[in-house]
């Protein structure tokens, strides 16, 4: 007998055991039974959900050169950087952007507590391909210049 044939018999009997798709099949009581699609989907009991858990509290950045920025609201932000070239909201959360030849920074708005308007909380800061920057140096590199006071008639 060849060993091909011997090693391929059990492979052939479970295969004929699958009885192909015709939509029978044979229980092991000997009983056949055709399986048929009712065409509608079944219905399940609506999963009842609850209020969403409660959010931690925002957690403030803290590193020197950031004073001013940390703890800012969008209004803030802008009167210090200029208009934000990025500005996107997401639920009650906010990042926006600004840029310039040094770096390009992104701050990351949340509100303290629900329902309150949202702060800068963390600011991140790079270079046009990729790489890091001192957050400090860039916060301090795109600060609109301070008007000067007007002088005393």
Do not use: H, N
Request: a positive charge; glycine letters at 10%.
């Amino acid at each position: 007998m060849d060993i091909r044939f011997v090693f391929m018999m059990p492979a052939l009997a479970a295969l004929a055991a699958c009885g192909g798709a015709t939509g029978a099949s044979t229980s092991a009581t000997g009983k056949s039974a055709t399986i048929r699609s009712t065409g509608r989907t079944p219905s399940y009991p609506a999963a009842k959900i609850g209020a969403p858990p409660p959010r931690p509290a925002a957690l403030l950045q803290v590193a020197p050169g950031l004073e001013g920025v940390i703890g800012a609201d969008a209004d803030q932000l802008s009167r210090l950087f200029g208009a934000p070239r990025l500005d996107i909201a997401e639920e009650d959360a906010r990042k926006l952007q600004w840029s310039g030849t040094a770096c390009i920074l992104d701050a990351y708005l949340y509100p303290t507590t629900r329902g309150t308007r949202p702060i800068a909380t963390y600011v991140d800061a790079r270079r046009g391909d990729g790489r890091d920057v001192d957050r400090a140096a860039c916060v301090a590199a795109l600060k609109r210049p301070a008007s000067a006071p007007k002088p005393a008639p």
